[in-house]
């Protein structure tokens, strides 16, 4: 974005697809097109990388294998101009009320984001057809850039079959996978009570911007949790910036309808992605920030992070 708040004057819902549409186009914009190839056996990996396990396809060493719960609740989804300065119109809830309560059962969500080492997993032991090249060339302790939405979707896929398998899977994993819970993209309303917590906050630690909590106005990713986030709500890592986060939500005006999030998603033409990117101002890695991404864009600062809930 370039820091200029859209249009006030077109409708709500205008408003929102015409900022989805640019931000798309302005994403595609931003890198040349990149090289594909087809997964082969060049793309395993077998070294060690600390804190996360080789033998568990690379998913952080602890006790959930990286997942963290988000205990049941609402939390206030949206933005209030008058609280927040740097709040977009397609941030308000509605014409008559500037945030929203929403109300969500306990969830999981992964403590980072998706890995290079862990789509490389994937890619070579999976066999899917067309990677771009650039999305499994970084450190391996980077966020995975480079995937499309359905990519991330069949990842998750193929993550909950290989859990659903694995002898060593914990208890509590296995017990969810017996039931009616599924590993998938969050919703964008999951994502934002990640993010932000119950109190409505502007950044995932606050209401100021701290350039030492988030890698944004930078040149490039970092290894998912480099920056120290105390104040983050659950202990999640890179909710601000590095790179966006693709979502299973629909592009469309709030109010939020978490039904909406079932509905035919075949169709759907653009999905949200949450949380800025390194190469993002502060306006745009705020807890509350939107975009729109083409299931089928592969971009250089676009990754994913996972949830496990029954959806």
């Given at each position: 974005?370039n ?6 004057g ?20 931003s ?9 082969s ?18 998913l952080?060493?602890d ?12 939390f206030l ?21 500037a945030?929203?309560?929403v ?28 990677i ?5 060339g ?23 079959g ?19 819970w599924?590993i ?11 993010a ?24 490039g ?9 105390p104040?983050?709500p ?29 509905d ?14 390194f ?32 959806f």
């Open positions: 974005m820091g200029q708040k859209p249009h006030w077109v409708p709500l819902a205008a408003a929102a697809l015409v900022l989805a549409v640019w931000i798309s186009l302005r994403l595609a914009g890198a040349p097109i990149m090289e594909m190839r087809a997964a056996a060049e793309l395993s990996v077998s070294e060690e990388l600390p804190g996360f396990r080789v033998d568990a396809w690379y952080p060493d006790e959930l294998l990286g997942f963290i719960e988000v205990p049941e609740g609402s989804m949206g933005s209030d101009p008058s609280l927040d300065p740097l709040a977009f119109d397609i941030e308000q809830w509605s014409a008559t009320s945030q929203g309560t109300e969500l059962p306990d969830y999981f969500i992964s403590r980072f984001e998706v890995t290079v080492a862990q789509f490389r997993v994937f890619a070579h032991e999976s066999g899917r057809g067309i771009d090249s650039h999305a499994l970084s450190e391996l302790d980077h966020p995975v850039v480079g995937v499309s939405w359905t990519d991330a979707v069949a990842y998750a896929q193929w993550l909950q290989a859990l659903m398998e694995w002898s060593g899977t914990p208890a509590a994993l296995a017990s969810m996978f017996e039931g009616d599924k998938g993209l969050p919703s964008e309303a999951e994502w934002e009570k990640a932000r917590g119950g109190d409505g906050r502007i950044f995932p630690w606050g209401d100021a911007q701290r350039p030492d909590r988030a890698n944004y106005r930078a040149r990713t970092t290894a998912v949790g480099s920056f120290e986030c104040e983050c659950f202990g999640l890592a890179d909710m601000s910036g590095n790179v966006w986060e693709m979502t299973r939500s629909p592009y469309q005006p709030y109010p939020y309808d978490s039904t909406d999030d079932r035919d998603l075949e169709a759907e033409s653009l999905w949200v992605m949450r949380g800025g990117s190469n993002e101002a502060e306006q745009n890695v705020r807890a509350a920030i939107r975009g729109g991404v083409d299931p089928g864009a592969r971009r250089p600062d676009i990754g994913f992070r996972l949830v496990i809930s029954r």
